[in-house]
């Protein structure tokens, strides 16, 4: 605090505290940790690490996996191949049946991720997560 005399006038000047941040400026005030805002690039990053790695790792190998052992028991004479078509039915109902569990089964690690990027927190992860009720109304439920 500083003060002049100029005549018969004093001033005094005051020194102002510093902006809190960008937002002080304006005569606002805002919470330094209640920005949530997570940027679509990353969401976008973590959904297309999710799908490649759930492929490649667990979905890839499981179903490449039970068809060969589909394959195998039906050339042993385990299972019988069909009259008509052949082995393939079998064998493609194992290759389909091995894709869903292993994308299924990468599900917990995908969840992680979008729980670090901060999606995700809470009771549940996903729309049927509250309690057993369904659809985006939620206002009713099948018991």
């Known amino acids: 605090m500083?003060?002049?005399?100029?005549?018969?006038?004093?001033?005094?000047?005051?020194?102002?505290?510093?902006?809190?941040g960008p937002a002080a400026g304006k005569g606002e005030w805002k919470c330094?940790?209640?920005?949530?805002?997570i940027h679509r690039d990353d969401v976008r990053?973590?959904?297309?690490?999710?799908?490649?790695?759930?492929?490649?790792?667990?979905?890839?190998?499981?179903?490449?996996?039970?068809?060969a052992v589909t394959g195998g028991l039906i050339y042993n004479g385990v299972w019988k191949s069909s009259k008509r078509f052949g082995p393939f039915p079998k064998l493609a109902v194992a290759g389909i049946l091995g894709f869903a569990v292993g994308?299924?089964?990468?599900?917990g690690t995908c969840r992680s991720k979008f729980q670090?990027?901060?999606l995700g927190d809470g009771k549940g992860f996903g729309p049927w997560s509250?309690?057993?009720?369904?659809g985006p109304g939620r206002g009713h439920s099948l018991i």
């Open 32 to 37: 330094p940790m209640g920005d949530h805002h």
């Open 2 to 20: 500083t003060s002049e005399t100029i005549g018969q006038t004093i001033v005094v000047k005051t020194e102002e505290a510093p902006a809190a």
């Open 103 to 107: 994308k299924a089964s990468y599900a």
């Open 116 to 118: 670090e990027l901060g």
């Open 45 to 67: 990053k973590v959904w297309k690490e999710c799908q490649e790695e759930s492929f490649w790792y667990r979905a890839l190998p499981l179903s490449l996996g039970s068809m």
């Open 130 to 134: 509250e309690g057993g009720r369904i």
